[in-house]
């Protein structure tokens, strides 16, 4: 049951997100415009690439989405709405997201074709800059929550969020999960100016159709699990005198999130690799460690 | 009805989906966005999305007129996108010209109103039309593909059929390229990128057969060699059995005599020239466009004898003559008569001294040069191959035709290696890469493999020891089994014997034909007690001892180590088998200290010296600068693709995703500005359309040459208003450079920012320019503070100011070459121009300076002080019947200084020179993006800022 009511949400909640994205990057708030996009899939043809890797081919897309719904499996929107519980849930997340560069990867080889071998190569290394700032600083929270329970790491941030507690590592985490979700300005691998669609590109039809499903329902993803990270999850205040009730507090703010992470790509031009896996490395890596040490310290004050 | 219907009827289900389709329109721009722009189209406002890959799309935008090899690859296009799919032409004229794409389904004028209620109609369309019961393929030339065999290793061997390397003996694998490929205008691999197919096996149309334009007998439903000639099949249709048939208007084509890539399905005139297309058959296209139409005699396949010019039917069988070419004249100058001989193509040992027939075919004899003394002694250290005299880059190891051009194969040598001119023979040894045991004093074939031996100084006393220069052997290279004690020539194919050192001592003594097997170095497990080659990869199988305990005793050299060809790590001082893989461990040299010196100085791994390293296998290809290699890919960035300006063809060799070697072409450049005589004005018309991205300029400088070479003088009113339509140009062109560069980097608020401000100036007049003044003030500001812009362009695509090429305009004022040609001229002058530099030359300091110029030319314009009743068109007003001179003049265009000189007649203009910024530009590619991550040689080649249209070939 609670199984249904997540999926249901994800599903939902992909739905605004590409409303969103066509709103942000074409001025155009069209509601019913996703429906006839997935129809639309249904009823073009597919075709396949002359000589495929067949397993890899078929496969990369479905993973996305299977990894970016393994995700959502341990994160809660209200105390008993989590599909499951499981005592390593915050490490679990980071398991699950891993596969996102499996299918990448498998998007990219597959096709034999050489856009979307490219693209599967930047994303790894994409994931070689990215991969240790979404790692430190779930450890960081997790430190505070003293549990790697998803739900015990929201209900820690009763007293203060953690955006507040731990602003460096709220910052590293949401651009790596900018970066995880191959949002711009982190989007060499569909770059639709160098790579005329990249990763994409070799894809039509019903398989489009699930990579990009899969793509929206990550980003749902981690803007959820930054929200329970970071913003205290179905916590919410009194505002105006109503009391939200918490998966509207959820909701809310995983929307907030989503709409900051689509927004800021639009304002930059894309990142270079070198520079990307540069920064990482000699500034985020330090900071990300630098904020593990400091909540360290204010854990034994401020717990 | 849709041309790019799906098959099916239309149920419940699919009229939902035709519907939603018919919602949900991505559009793939062709030539262009910038054209469109150029236009004043905004196709995002007309309610399509434009998408970043044809595989995406549904509706195929064709914006103006497109050139003929356009054409092609636009067809390339339409056939990846997923049906239904529609074609959209913008259009002036009333039935675009589109071959070979299917005629347009929907067609509107050049104008946002037209182009909104051309979607109105389009939905419509799609809804009605997506699927359809009967629906046929959509096939074109240019989709065809054909087989060719190259060898791995040596990627310049190139074969029909396939066989071996006549180098090293491995088995060729076949690669795909474009079939037409004297007809096609993108020669490069179709294998996977956005030229590819990838449908082809749905595209692929099974009404049209394939036949030999020399054995019309031969028929086949596939594309592929002739089995009795090697020569590509060539497309024919169906209905007839024989080429000539087809001389009708209905089924033939119709070309331009003056410029042959102009080709058409109907008659009509030519768009270069205007001179009437004239018909020609399709099928014999590849061997007719080497054939002047004064070089070209009939003849008739049964009776050689029988010769015309022109095409008939043989008066002795009735069959349709065959059109052949002349002797090409530098056959002759090769060929001396006392040298020369005749042979038949196709029976290569019928050979006569005087010209005839072949008795056994009745095919005329070809001449060819006999082979002399001369010739035969070069050709006893190395193999003969043949080539075409016309394509060097065609080789095969039998005589034949080449397959381009038709014309008989002519043998050569094998090219000499480079190293082996500078070697003095007595410093220099000669040593096969495979095996290093294998070494001769001189040049050879390895007697193991068959390789050719290389140059290699001599190395330490320690390989002395191996050679013992009295016991020698000769032996036939190419029958390496030959092998006899004194010199003499080779049984089976009279070549001198090579002497040859015998093998290391030990093993020598065991090598008893008897106790000899022959073994592949890839496939262990092949073994044959004769020489031979591998029935799994084609090499010459080696000899080797057949493992018997007591050779351990008669090992003399206590050093000889025997290790693993596979694992060269696995090193044993006696015989037995690889832990790791269980082959037979060979005998070899143990590396010395020496070795390991020379090896770790070069930065190899020591390991990698061994048999079948990767060192030595890959020896012949090419290096990485950073020293990992990775997959060698050829990738067309090309025509269309979004982000580059439509219509450059940039194919990029990618090591991985750094460049290692760029080629750059243009499909849309015009090469001959005039063929005949035509009256001034209509000289400036053909100028103006010449780019569409920048006319006025175009019509500018050809109204000013016109003016020189009249002598007229215009008034300081009227040079004004020229200035301000310059300017206007200028401050339009950057600001559509600007789109595509956002697009390129990914830069969406800038892409949509720029192009409304595009769209503004466009239809802005003077007043309206000033009141742009602070958006464009705004927008400057705001991109120098943009996170991330500077680091994406600082450092890229560094023009050094001191090239040999003449570069002009931003491009060279950004590396601080002041050249301006504005600063010239008096108007100019008079409003205090001074010319804009930077100093870095990278792509930031490009950036900046079209910044900087555009904030300059609403200064200029803001100056100027027209009066806003004045049009801002430009033209000549006085009639030119009488007037005749020489004129030239220059003009700064927005991408640089263009110069056109012509002449005048009468007011005809008979002679015209234009060169052009971008033909300049084009050059420095090379050099800019050697050695540069992708998405940095992507950026420098966009901040050229390169008009396809206006290069000049």
């Known amino acids: 049951m609670n199984t249904l009511v997540i999926l249901f949400f994800l599903l939902l909640g992909a739905y605004f997100v590409a409303v969103l994205e066509n709103w942000i990057s074409k001025g155009r708030f069209q509601l019913s415009a996703p429906l006839y996009a997935a129809v639309a899939f249904l009823g ?41 519980d499981l005592a390593t849930g915050a490490l679990f997340i980071n398991a699950a997201l891993v596969y996102v560069l499996v299918a990448l990867l498998m998007a990219g080889w597959g096709p034999d074709g050489a856009y979307a071998m490219i693209g599967g190569w930047r994303f790894l290394g994409q994931l070689i800059a990215y991969a240790m700032l979404i ?37 590293l985490f949401f651009v790596a999960s900018m970066a995880l979700a191959f949002l711009p300005p982190f989007n060499m691998m569909i770059a639709k100016g160098e790579l005329a669609g990249g990763v994409e590109a070799e894809y039509s039809g019903m398989r489009l159709g699930i990579f990009r499903l899969g793509r929206l329902v990550l980003i749902v993803t981690l803007a959820a699990a930054t929200v329970i990270f970071y913003l205290g999850g179905w916590q919410g205040f009194y505002l105006f005198g109503f009391e939200l009730p918490p998966w509207a507090w959820s909701t809310v703010k995983i929307l907030i999130v989503t709409m900051a992470m689509l927004l800021i790509g639009r304002y930059m031009p894309r990142i270079r690799e070198t520079h990307l896996l540069s920064w990482c490395w000699m500034i985020g890596i330090p900071l990300a460690l630098l904020n593990i040490f400091v909540v360290g310290v204010l854990v034994l004050e401020f717990p | 009805m849709i041309a790019g219907a799906r098959q099916g009827k239309m149920s419940v289900f699919k009229r939902l989906a035709s519907f939603s389709m018919s919602q949900d329109l991505g559009v793939y721009v062709v030539p262009g966005t910038e054209i469109t722009r150029a236009y004043g189209l905004d196709i995002e406002a007309a309610g399509m999305n434009i998408v970043a890959s044809p595989r995406h799309a549904s509706v195929l935008l064709i914006a103006g007129d497109m050139p003929a090899a356009l054409c092609d690859a636009a067809a390339v296009i339409y056939a990846q996108m997923p049906r239904p799919r529609v074609l959209f032409s913008l259009t002036t004229s009333t039935t675009p010209e589109l071959s070979p794409l299917p005629p347009a389904d929907i067609i509107a004028g050049l104008s946002q109103q037209e182009l909104v ?59 795909e390229v474009q079939a037409n490929a004297a007809h096609n205008h993108t020669e490069h691999k179709m294998e996977s990128d956005d030229h590819s197919s990838h449908d082809h096996s749905m595209t692929h149309d099974t009404s049209v057969n394939y036949t030999c ?62 001179m009437n297309l004239e018909p020609r058959e399709i099928e014999v296209k590849h061997v007719h466009q080497h054939m002047n139409h004064a070089a070209v005699e009939y003849t008739c396949p049964m009776h050689p004898e029988v010769v015309q010019s022109e095409p008939g039917s043989c008066p002795e069988c009735g069959m349709n003559l065959e059109p052949r070419e002349i002797e090409v004249k530098h056959d002759h100058q090769h060929m001396d008569h006392a040298a020369v001989e005749y042979t038949c193509p196709m029976h290569p040992e019928v050979v006569q001294s005087e010209p005839g027939s072949c008795p056994e075919c009745g095919m005329n004899l070809e001449p060819r040069e006999k082979e002399t003394e001369h010739d035969h002694q070069h050709m006893n250290h190395t193999v003969v191959e043949y080539t075409c005299p016309m394509h060097p880059e065609v080789i095969r190891s039998e005589p034949g035709s080449c ?95 090579e002497p040859r050192e015998i093998e290391v001592k030990h093993d020598h003594q065991h090598m008893d034909h008897a106790a000899v097997e022959y073994t592949c170095p890839m496939h262990p497990e092949v073994v044959q007690s004769e020489p031979g080659s591998c029935p799994e990869c084609g090499m010459n199988l080696e000899p080797r001892e057949i493992e018997v305990k007591h050779d351990h005793q008669h090992m003399d050299h206590a050093a000889v180590e025997y290790t693993c060809p596979m694992h060269p790590e696995v090193v044993q001082n006696e015989p037995g ?176 920012r720029a192009s409304s401000l595009q769209k503004s100036f466009t239809q802005a007049d003077v007043t309206q320019i000033i009141n742009l003044k602070k958006s464009v ?82 200064e200029l314009i803001q100056k100027a002080n027209v009066s806003v009743n004045d049009t801002l068109a430009v033209s000549i007003e006085e009639p030119m019947d009488t007037i005749s001179g020489q004129g030239q003049a220059v003009i700064e265009t927005p991408r640089g200084q263009a110069q056109l000189q012509l002449t005048l007649d009468k007011g005809q203009v008979t002679s015209a020179q234009l060169q052009t910024p971008s033909t300049q530009h084009l050059l420095l590619i090379e050099q800019l993006t050697s050695q540069q991550e992708l998405g940095d040689a992507l950026v420098t080649v966009g901040s050229l800022d390169l008009s396809p249209w206006e290069i000049r070939p």
């Open chain 1, 44 to 84: 073009r043809e597919s075709f396949i690439p002359r000589k495929p890797d067949q397993i890899f081919y078929e496969v990369g897309p479905v993973l996305l989405l299977l990894s970016a719904v393994l995700a959502a499996a341990v994160i809660p929107l209200t105390p008993d709405l989590i599909i499951t």
């Open chain 1, 135 to 171: 790692v430190m600083p779930i450890t960081a929270v997790a430190m505070r929550a003293e549990s790697l329970l998803t739900t015990q790491i929201v209900t820690s941030q009763l007293s203060l969020w953690n955006i507040a507690y731990q602003p460096l590592g709220f910052a």
């Open chain 2, 117 to 175: 209620q051309g979607v109105v109609q389009l939905r419509k369309a799609l809804a009605e039309g997506a699927f359809h019961s009967d629906v046929s393929d959509f096939n074109a030339p240019v989709l065809q593909i054909r087989i060719e065999y190259v060898c791995p290793m040596h990627p310049e061997v190139i074969q029909d059929k396939p066989g071996s390397c006549p180098k090293c003996g491995m088995n060729l694998m076949p690669r």
């Open chain 2, 213 to 274: 334009p020399m054995h019309p007998e031969v028929v086949q439903s596939k594309p592929g060699s002739c089995p009795k000639c090697g020569m590509n099949l060539e497309p024919q249709e169906k209905e007839t059995e024989h080429d000539h048939q087809h001389m009708d208007h209905t089924v033939g084509e119709y070309t331009c005599p003056m410029h042959p890539e102009v080709i058409r399905s109907k008659p009509g005139s030519c768009p270069e020239c205007g």
């Open chain 2, 403 to 497: 397959p381009e051009c038709g014309m008989n194969l002519e043998p050569r040598e094998i090219e000499a290696r480079p190293d082996h001119q500078h070697m003095d023979h007595t410093a220099v040894e000669y040593t096969c890469p495979m095996h290093p045991e294998v070494v001769q004093s001189e040049p050879g074939s390895c007697p193991k493999c068959g390789m050719n031996l290389e140059p290699r100084e001599k190395e330490t006393e320690h390989d002395h020891h191996h050679t013992d220069h009295t016991v020698v052997e000769y032996t036939c290279p190419m029958h390496p089994e030959v092998v006899q004690i004194e010199p003499g020539s080779c049984p089976e194919c009279g070549m001198n014997l």
């Open chain 2, 577 to 752: 088998s690889c832990p790791k893989c269980g082959m037979f461990l060979e005998p070899r040299e143990p590396q010395s200290s020496h070795h390991d010196h020379t090896a770790m100085e070069s930065g190899m791994n020591h390991d990698d010296s061994g048999f079948m390293s990767m060192i030595d296998v890959t020896k012949d290809l090419p290096r990485s600068g950073d020293g990992l290699p990775m997959d060698w890919l050829d990738v067309p960035f090309g025509p269309f693709i979004p982000g580059l300006p439509g219509g450059l063809l940039l194919t990029l060799t990618l090591d991985g995703d750094t460049v290692a070697a760029a080629n750059t072409n243009t499909l849309v450049g015009t090469e001959t500005l005039l063929c005949h005589a035509i009256s001034a004005n209509d000289f400036i018309e053909k100028l103006t359309a010449l780019d569409p991205l920048t006319p006025n300029s175009y019509r500018l400088l050809a109204c000013l040459t016109i003016e020189n070479a009249a002598g007229i003088e215009v008034d300081t009113s009227t040079a004004k208003t020229r200035l301000v339509t310059l300017e206007r140009e200028r401050i339009v062109s950057h600001l559509s450079w600007l789109t595509l560069f956002a697009e390129q980097t990914g830069f969406d608020w800038l892409m949509q």
């Open chain 2, 777 to 858: 003030y705004d927008l400057s500001k705001r991109l120098q503070r943009t996170p991330l812009l500077k680091s994406r362009t600082t450092g890229v695509g560094r023009v050094p100011a001191d090239t040999e090429l003449t570069l002009s305009g931003p491009v060279a004022r950004a590396s601080g070459i002041s050249n301006d040609a504005r600063s010239n001229n008096k108007i100019y002058r008079e409003l205090g121009f001074t010319a804009v530099t930077q100093v870095n030359g990278d792509v930031r300091a490009r950036l900046q300076l079209r910044l900087d110029e555009i904030k300059q030319s609403i």
